[in-house]
Every structure is written in structure tokens, then in C-alpha cells.
């Protein structure tokens, strides 16, 4: 064999363990080969066994890096679960605050409203006052004496329009009865004709007929009905009571 071909070997031996001293030392190769040597069948060459995987083995760095990413991930996980906790109490928050607000609006609106009812109430009220009907005065009262019965006849012939004063008519009454309602003439010319004169103001029946004042008694002797009757004969016949002065 000629000398460079064994020395071209016995380089190549070297460089090759040269080579795999090296890799081994820098820890970067993750497969181990194994050749195991074979023969073909064939052509009687040998041939290469199959290559066998060894499992990866991690290094410390690769074990750093898995720590670190465990820590991103943890961080990013209480990162989101503290977002959605916010998130929620927020809303809560939220919709607390809206009802609070609802209920707000809910109480003003019905202090309003009762405020309103209470004004048209109240306006209702003073319009019912005004369209009420003033009551009545209570019916006025006389005396049952001379002095009642020509303040009460006095009144009505107001109404009637029938002149009179108090003066005139108590005048007349003194000197033709002396006050006394029950008083009758049997002996005056209108006696001796069957029609006597009576009462206050010594009135003939035809004449207390004739005159007689709506709203009155019909009874001769009624000392309203009387005297009223007369001072409306008197009005017609002399103008007014006041302006008798003697028998009439």
C-alpha cells in the first residue's frame, strides 16, 4: 500500500475524533450515532445499522427559560383575572349607582305628583267656595209686641214697595186702638152697616180685603196682616200712613 494512503487514513481518524471530542464538549449535539457494521447481501458491502434517537436532555438554560415563561404566563393570567374583577365590580357599581338613581327619580316623581294633586285639590277647593252659594241668612225674628209687629209689617211693605215710617204708623195705631190687636168699633157708622171696624188700625172686612199684602194672614185681627193692609189702603188713599191724622 503506498504510504500517502495510510497517512491520508491516519488523518482522517484523527480529524474525525477531533471532531466528535469537539461536539461532545460543546454540549450542542442531541443525537448520539451508533454505526454498526453489516454486510449486503448482495454485493458483500457493508452497510449502516439503523440510527437510534436518544431522548432530549434539557439543559439549565432551557429549565430558566420554562421558569420564565411559567412566570409571564401566571402574570398574564392574575393580569386578566384581576381585569375581570375589576370589570365586574365596575359593573356592579354601575348598575347600583343607575338604580340609586332610578329610585330617585322614582321618589321625586311622586312627591311631584302628589304635589300636584294637592294644588288642584286645593285650587278645586277655592273654586267650590266661589260657586257655592252664600248661605242664607237666618230668618229675622220680632218681637210678639206693638213694637215687633210694626218693625215686621215695616219690612215687608219695604218689599212691596208700600210707604210708611215707624213714627206715622205707631201714631195711628195709639189713637185708633190704643195698641190693642183685639179691637173692635160696634158703633160707628160702619157698625151700624154690619162691617165694624178691627185690629191695630181699625180696618173694615171689603177694605182688608181689598188690601190685603201677600204674605200676609188672611185673619183680620193678625196684627201684620192689619196693619200692612191699612197702610197700603192709606198709601193709595192719602199717599202714605204717615200723612193720616185722623179717622180714615
Not at 183 to 207: E, F, R
Request: proline share 5%.
Amino acid at each position: 500500500m503506498p504510504k500517502h494512503a495510510v497517512s491520508g487514513f491516519s488523518r482522517l481518524k484523527r480529524t474525525h475524533k477531533l471532531s466528535v471530542v469537539g461536539i461532545a464538549a460543546a454540549g450542542a449535539a442531541a443525537l448520539a450515532f451508533s454505526v454498526v457494521p453489516g454486510a449486503d447481501a448482495e454485493q458483500g458491502e457493508p452497510k449502516a445499522a439503523t440510527q437510534n434517537v436518544k431522548p432530549v436532555a434539557f439543559s439549565a438554560v432551557d429549565t430558566a427559560a420554562k421558569k420564565q415563561q411559567d412566570t409571564i404566563t401566571k402574570q398574564a393570567d392574575d393580569s386578566a383575572a384581576q381585569g375581570r374583577a375589576e370589570a365586574a365590580a365596575a359593573k356592579k357599581k354601575a348598575e347600583a349607582e343607575a338604580k340609586a338613581k332610578a329610585e330617585a327619580k322614582a321618589k321625586a316623581d311622586a312627591k311631584a305628583k302628589a304635589e300636584k294633586e294637592r294644588k288642584e285639590q286645593q285650587a278645586a277647593s277655592r273654586s267650590a267656595e266661589r260657586a257655592a252659594p252664600a248661605p242664607k241668612p237666618a230668618p229675622k225674628t220680632y218681637a210678639d209686641n206693638l213694637d215687633g209687629w210694626i218693625r215686621e209689617s215695616l219690612d215687608i211693605m219695604a218689599k212691596k214697595g208700600i210707604p210708611g215710617t215707624y213714627e206715622g204708623i205707631h201714631r195711628n195705631i195709639i189713637r185708633e186702638s190704643g195698641g190693642d190687636p183685639k179691637a173692635i168699633n160696634n158703633w160707628d157708622i160702619n157698625a151700624q152697616n154690619g162691617v165694624p171696624s178691627k185690629g191695630l188700625l181699625q180696618v173694615i172686612q171689603p177694605t182688608f180685603e181689598a188690601y190685603h199684602v201677600d204674605g200676609t194672614s188672611w185673619d183680620l185681627y193678625d196684627p201684620v196682616a192689619n196693619i200692612t193692609a191699612a197702610c197700603n189702603y192709606a198709601a193709595d188713599m192719602y199717599g202714605s200712613m204717615d200723612n193720616v191724622n185722623s179717622a180714615y
